[in-house]
């Protein structure tokens, strides 16, 4: 009996977040993205599909990189070489 109301519980724990998503879900087509250039890396375009960068708020962006194009490696603060 607890075993089954534990369960149940479970499974609508999941299920709540899946259906609230379904109303925030929004296609997007390839012809629809507005690329921006950006200003640091030349070559380098991005799109932010979702959300706002500059809010505290969940973003999507997408990024296209030129040919042969090397990440710049990030120095880790606090580490000594």
Known sequence: MKVRL???LAALSCA???LRA???MKAIRAD?????NDTTFKGLQYANL???PAKAELIVSVVKLPPNFK???QPILGRKS
Request: no cysteine; charged share 15%.
């Open 6 to 8: 534990l369960l149940t």
């Open 50 to 52: 979702l959300g706002d």
């Open 22 to 24: 379904e109303d925030t």
């Open 32 to 36: 629809q993205i507005v690329w921006q």
């Open 71 to 73: 990440i710049p490696l």
């Open 16 to 18: 709540v977040p899946a």
